[in-house]
């Protein structure tokens, strides 16, 4: 009789440790599936925000373009109510998770990050490849690159050989 009770608590045990494997397998599964439930529905999210968040980037630069406007004008208050608005919009864009980041004057020419949209003669080759004037800012989500940051960049033409 204890033969027996013994046998039946192996096969219990046995049976638990199978039930418990397959447990946690199942949990396994179950966590993946959530972790890229996860993963698609922030992407589809995102890509959902990609209209807006492209409309919010152009309206910060329609008011840079007025800001210079007003500025020649000597429109001073304007001109700070301009800096507010674009200030607003660049905070509403790092809200969902968009920075901003600017090309430097005289920097290397980088094409991972910007977009040269003009060249400007250089009169010393050292400049060549460089930054001559940035003309609008870039944005970035995380690493990836949303706008290039625009610049004009210098072109070195050696004189010709007389």
Known sequence: MIDDVESVLAGINSELAGLHAQSKF?????????????????????????PALRE????????????A???????????????EIV???????????????HAETGAEFDRHEQRSIG??????PDLDGRIAAVRRPGYRVETK??????????????????
Do not use: M, Y
């Open 119 to 124: 060249t400007c003669p250089a009169d010393a």
């Open 26 to 50: 199942l949990n396994e599964v179950i966590d993946r599936l959530h972790a890229e439930n996860e993963r698609l529905r922030n992407a589809e999210a995102q890509r959902g925000l990609q």
């Open 145 to 162: 690159v949303v706008r290039f940051a625009e610049v004009v960049v210098f072109k070195f033409t050696p004189p010709p050989a007389s």
């Open 56 to 67: 919010l980037v152009k309206l910060a630069d329609d008011w840079r373009s007025r800001r």
């Open 69 to 83: 406007a007003l500025e020649a004008d000597g429109e001073a208050d304007l001109v700070r109510l301009c800096d």
């Open 87 to 101: 200030e607003d919009v660049t905070l509403v864009l790092e809200r969902q998770g968009v920075d901003e980041f």
